[in-house]
């Protein structure tokens, strides 16, 4: 089971977003520079969490992106699912057709399980609590830098 760099991308612009929660935004060149991501390529991030209702565009000559709701109201599975259809560990579990033994294999029963704890800990993860951490982070950065 791998993540997709869409996925990962679209969570350090949804932290970088929470981090610059005001009115006017943050510019896309300036999300682009501060994680990394090229212009280009960020452009499909932020499509995909625009039609998702995460991310909205401020009005304005003189604005960017900001987030649609509160930090502490969007899970880290809200940012999953902007850029995929529904978590599952394997095929079987999205669909019956993937495996002819549907409620008839443990195993089946195993990866049901392992998918239920993996979205759950996805859940109980918000954007804030993800801001927070990297807000630490970076103090900590600076605070190093400060004694160098």
């Given amino acids: 089971m791998k993540i997709n760099t869409k996925t990962r991308y679209g969570i350090r612009v949804m ?7 005001h009115k006017a935004g943050i510019y896309q060149k300036d999300i682009a520079k501060n994680q990394d991501i090229s212009f280009k390529y960020l ?22 992106y900001r987030l649609n709701r509160e ?25 019956e057709r993937f ?9 089946q029963d ?18 804030d609590d993800l801001a927070k951490k990297q807000d630490d982070i970076n103090q900590q950065q600076q605070e190093l830098i400060f004694h160098i």
């Fill in 43 to 64: 452009d499909h991030i932020i499509a995909s969490l625009k039609s998702s209702g995460l991310v909205t565009t401020v009005a304005g000559k003189k604005s960017g």
């Fill in 71 to 95: 930090p502490s109201k969007i899970t880290v599975y809200d940012v999953y699912i902007a850029f995929n259809p529904e978590f599952a560990v394997v095929d079987c579990l999205i669909d």
């Fill in 15 to 21: 932290i970088e977003l929470a981090l610059n929660q």
């Fill in 110 to 127: 195993f990866w049901g399980g392992l998918n239920a704890r993996i979205i759950s800990y996805l859940k109980s993860t918000t954007v």
């Fill in 99 to 107: 495996c002819n033994k549907n409620n008839q294999c443990a195993a």
